[in-house]
């Protein structure tokens, strides 16, 4: 049984599009997030939910938008796609705000 | 706000030996979690071991244990009899506890790059 899942696993598209990438746990955690890991391989925290609250809104564009429909989903959507979007996006969960995160497989996404 | 430094960007050791890996972190809080997370290259980021600032034991997980020093800031990843597929990226991440806006956010360093060869 997969933890956190992501889909899809690569994203390949052009400039200007806008595109959404899906996020599930079923591992009856409240707290979610969202990570980009750019090509250094850095990885930066984006958001976080908790119970379908957005928490941790870090410094992003807003053509990046974060849904929770429900505490186990957490889709990201990216408006007008630039060259530099393109990243590794990691999401991942936790039993609550301050506790251990799982991580997905990881989103590639790349912007032509 | 609080940062995470490893040192080493490249480490490799011989299949069966042990290897060190170097974290130290710069915080104010006394209350936090230490991790480590490896990336093969499969991408999957996988929690190796976690430390809680107000143990003074130091945390083991089969082959891989941690030397925390708290006063010093260090928390060093030790993996004994290396296998191949210990071959990974390696991350030190930080979390702070308590209350305020930056609850559960990891702040990661920049990752070593361990290869294990046979």
């Known amino acids: 049984d997969t933890a956190v899942s992501q889909t899809p696993k690569y994203l390949v598209t052009q400039m200007g599009n806008d595109k959404s990438i899906k996020c599930e746990q079923n591992?009856?955690?409240?707290?979610m997030y969202w990570y980009k890991q750019d090509s250094k391989k850095f990885l930066k925290i984006m958001f976080s939910?908790?119970?379908?609250?957005?928490?941790i809104n870090e410094t992003v564009p807003n053509r990046f938008s974060p849904k929770s429909p429900d505490k186990a989903h957490l889709n990201l959507h990216i408006n007008s796609l630039e060259l530099g979007d393109s990243a590794v996006y990691f999401c991942?969960?936790?039993?609550?705000?301050?506790?251990?995160?799982?991580f997905g497989p990881g989103t590639r996404l790349t912007v032509l | 706000a609080q940062t995470v430094t490893q040192s080493q960007p490249e480490m490799s050791v011989q299949e069966a030996e042990t290897v060190t890996l170097s974290c130290t972190y710069d915080?104010?809080?006394?209350?936090?979690?230490l991790f480590w997370y490896k990336q093969p290259p499969s991408r999957q980021m996988i929690l190796v071991i976690r430390?809680?600032?107000?143990?003074?034991q130091n945390a083991t997980e089969n082959r891989f244990s941690v030397n925390f020093q708290k006063a010093a800031k260090s928390f060093s990843l030790k993996i004994s009899d290396s296998q191949l597929g210990d071959t990974a990226m390696y991350f030190c991440?930080?979390?702070?506890?308590?209350?305020?806006?930056?609850?559960?956010?990891?702040?990661f360093g920049r990752g070593t790059q361990l290869t294990v060869w046979p």
């Open positions: 991942a969960s936790s039993r609550r705000g301050a506790d251990t995160q799982y």
């Open positions: 591992l009856g955690h409240d707290t």
């Open positions: 939910y908790n119970n379908k609250e957005l928490i």
């Open positions: 915080t104010s809080e006394n209350n936090y979690y």
């Open positions: 430390q809680e600032a107000y143990k003074q």
């Open positions: 991440a930080f979390m702070r506890l308590g209350r305020g806006s930056t609850l559960g956010r990891l702040y």
